[in-house]
């Protein structure tokens, strides 16, 4: 026996901070796209794609993460964070590569379904 005393297990978790976080970095790859921010955009998808790992398949992280290093190294100067230029190549990388995540989050189950009244989510758990 262990002289570690258990702990009740909380009622709360932390999916909805869980959620609130990916939705801020949805928020701000689109802010960042519409003002042709790279740098920006680039550290949002690499939010994105840290908060949603856990959701992808084995081939899909080891398929998209060297995507990812290049998004990174393509923004990694310093004339690159300080400017709202974006070249064509490197604005489709970014689209195509925030589009697999938002795949990657509706496959998951993230994306809530629609409901004209928001409390009936919250009172029955979404079903």
Same mark, same amino acid.
């Given at each position: =026996?262990? @002289? $570690? ?9 932390? *999916?909805?901070?869980?959620? $609130?976080? $990916?939705?801020? *970095? ?27 790992? #856990? ?33 064509? @190549? ?5 689209? #195509? ?10 496959? *998951?189950?993230?994306? =809530?379904?629609?409901?004209?009244? *928001?409390?009936?989510?919250? =009172?029955?758990?979404?079903?």
């Amino acid at each position: =026996m262990s @002289d $570690i005393p258990s702990r009740e297990v909380g009622e709360f978790n932390s *999916a909805v901070e869980y959620l $609130i976080r $990916i939705n801020e *970095a949805f928020r701000l790859c689109g802010d960042a796209s519409a003002s042709m921010n790279s740098y920006l955009w680039v550290q949002a998808l690499s939010v994105l794609f840290r908060e949603l790992s #856990t959701k992808m398949s084995k081939d899909e992280l080891s398929n998209m993460l060297p995507e990812l290093r290049g998004l990174m190294d393509s923004t990694s100067n310093v004339k690159a964070r300080f400017t709202n230029k974006i070249n064509e @190549d490197l604005y489709w990388r970014c689209f #195509t590569f925030e589009l697999f995540l938002r795949r990657v989050y509706k496959e *998951a189950g993230l994306e =809530m379904k629609f409901k004209a009244d *928001a409390s009936s989510v919250l =009172m029955d758990g979404g079903r």
